[in-house]
């Protein structure tokens, strides 16, 4: 490219910027001059290198709680990447059916990743130090991940997060504390010997007690499930549509949670002890999809498959030993 014609560049691109910057009443020669004066821009200062680095700090002196801290913090992250998606999808102008799709393959392409990763807690800590430094940070478990039940209310109807021993008593158009109260984890934080709330379910609610409430309000008429239903249902190639949807649900509420499972019958079966490890929660009947049967979307699958939900993963994946879901 010659001098000249980059100079007609700058010189266009200069105008341009003149008259977006009028547009707002402010004087553009400002602007330029805090360009002028301003570093370059490092990747460390970036994504905040060192303050990432930082926030990794053991309870103990045993080394493999790194990988137990690296690897949560990780799930955080791409969960705040599934909120993020499904914001753009709740808040779209005009929503078509091009960009929901792309928004809902990269939700499962996150939980793809979260699914496939979790070899790094399955197969990377030895049993004995998780054991030890688990001990060190009750009551807090992995239950008490807000951004993951957020990410559930904004799927779907919240009468589908229901228990479902408790769905009997209850009506989809019950008020929102009724149904959060009958929530399905909230039987997953209860004490085995006495059905009380867990310390880990006590410290969860006061901490995010009313934001679940709010989530619940805002996505009652307005969550993935809501606006499949209004505005795709039906329509041309609704099959990919559905095809992306079951896919999640797969992935959200059969493969991530039993991956989950995989890890605590690794680190904690066989010895009731080290329940308290979890937080107090009852695991063994929260974490098998065959015991909570939640599912997003759920008249987007037959009756046989509802019943048998989970059972797809256990012929996958458990060829080798007892079935994890029983």
């Known amino acids: 490219m010659s001098e000249k014609k980059m100079d007609d560049k700058v010189i266009e691109q200069i105008k341009k910027l003149e008259e977006k910057y009028e547009v707002m009443g402010q004087d553009l020669s400002s ?18 290198l060192d303050t990432l680095m930082s926030l990794q700090t053991p309870k103990t002196g045993l080394k493999d709680e790194m ?16 909120l993020w998606e499904i914001d753009q999808i709740t808040n779209a102008e005009k929503l078509t059916e091009q960009f929901f799709l792309e928004r809902l393959t990269r939700i ?3 939980f793809e990743l979260l699914e496939h990763s979790f070899s790094v807690m399955v ?48 009506n989809p158009e019950d008020s929102v504390e009724k149904l959060l109260d009958a929530i399905y984890w909230k039987q997953g934080a209860t004490e085995l010997a006495s059905g009380k709330k867990t310390l880990t379910l006590k410290q969860f609610e006061e ?5 679940f409430i709010h989530r619940a309000l805002a996505f009652k008429g307005n969550n993935l499930w809501q606006i499949y239903k209004s505005l795709f249902d039906g329509v041309k190639k609704d099959e990919t549509i559905i095809d992306a949807l079951k896919r999640y649900d797969l992935l959200a509420n059969v493969y991530w949670p039993l991956a989950h499972y995989k890890s ?3 680190y904690l079966q066989r010895d009731p002890v080290d329940i308290a490890a979890t937080g107090g929660t009852n695991w063994q009947k929260y974490l098998p999809p065959r015991f909570q049967k939640v599912i997003f979307f759920p008249e987007l699958w037959s009756e046989a498959e509802r019943q048998e939900w989970g059972k797809g993963w256990v012929m996958k994946e458990v060829v080798r030993g007892k079935d994890p879901d029983k």
């Open 31 to 48: 602007y330029l001059d805090g360009l002028l004066y301003a570093d370059y821009l490092t990747y460390w200062d970036y994504i905040h």
């Open 67 to 82: 990988v137990f801290i690296v690897y949560h913090q990780h799930t955080e992250l791409f969960f705040k990447l599934i």
């Open 108 to 110: 499962n392409r996150y």
């Open 123 to 170: 197969e990377g800590m030895e049993r004995e130090q998780f054991l030890k430094f688990r001990m060190s940070l009750l009551p807090s478990s992995g239950f008490q991940s807000a951004q993951y039940r957020w990410i559930e209310l904004c799927s779907t109807d919240l009468f589908n997060l229901t228990a479902i021993n408790l769905r009997a008593n209850l």
């Open 207 to 211: 901490k995010y007690g009313q934001s």
């Open 264 to 266: 605590a019958v690794k």
